[in-house]
């Protein structure tokens, strides 16, 4: 694979709405605790492995069209997570390795593919910029029914966004683990700030 590449109009336009429409009426859907490179921004996450496809596609079957299209055949874990950015968000330059919270040895996903399902008008901001050890390889305007594939071991951030309106991208980290890998990886979970116990979660009074 090319660094990365887009596929541009890649699903009809009514399945956009459609996942617009579900992930903001998703429980699970909150301001996100992902870390501190995400700035200002709402998702969840849901972690699998492809042994659990199924059950993704029976509890969020508005991802389904997604992850036919999307998932690569060589891949066996994955991350995907719903992000949503408005005025002001922005991401932080990061590798994705959201994995590693479950297995420390996990490199980095062979790829990540992001379709951007909503974006506001004449957006100012909100660039996905590509980077290879500082060499800046793209800075990618999202434009609405993209689907990109980006080499999962590149830095990466995204602008902050100047413009009212939502950036709504549907990602998806896909990883390519060993046997033994796979056994630390949970089968189906999901991760939200929502989700999380009364003890876990964070208060500041
Ligand atoms: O929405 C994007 O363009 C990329 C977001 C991102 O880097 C991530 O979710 O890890
Ligand atoms: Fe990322």
Not at 80 to 100: A, M, T, W, Y
Request: charged share 20%; with cysteine.
């Amino acid at each position: 694979m090319k660094r990365y590449q887009q596929q541009f109009n890649a699903f009809p336009s009514d399945y956009l709405n459609n996942l617009w429409g579900e992930i903001h009426a998703c429980p699970y859907f909150a301001i996100n605790n992902l870390n501190r490179d995400f700035v200002g921004t709402k998702g969840f996450s849901v972690v699998f492995t492809r042994s659990h496809l199924f059950k993704v596609e029976q509890q969020f079957p508005y991802f389904k069209p997604y992850l036919d299209l999307a998932l690569q055949t060589n891949c066996n874990a994955f991350y995907l997570n719903p992000l949503l950015l408005k005025e002001g968000s922005r991401v932080d330059p990061h590798i994705d390795r959201s994995l590693r919270s479950y297995c420390k040895t996990v490199e980095p996903p062979a790829v990540v593919s992001v379709l951007y399902v909503r974006v506001p008008p004449d957006m100012e901001g909100g660039e996905l910029v590509l980077r290879s050890h500082k060499r800046q390889l793209g800075q990618i305007k999202p434009q609405i029914n993209t689907l990109l594939y980006f080499q999962g071991d590149l830095t990466h951030s995204v602008n902050a966004v100047k413009t009212s309106g939502n950036r709504l991208s549907l990602v998806c980290e896909q990883y390519s683990l060993s046997e033994a890998e796979l056994q630390e990886i949970p089968e189906f979970t999901v991760e939200s700030r929502v989700a999380q116990s009364p003890k876990k979660s964070r208060r500041y009074t």
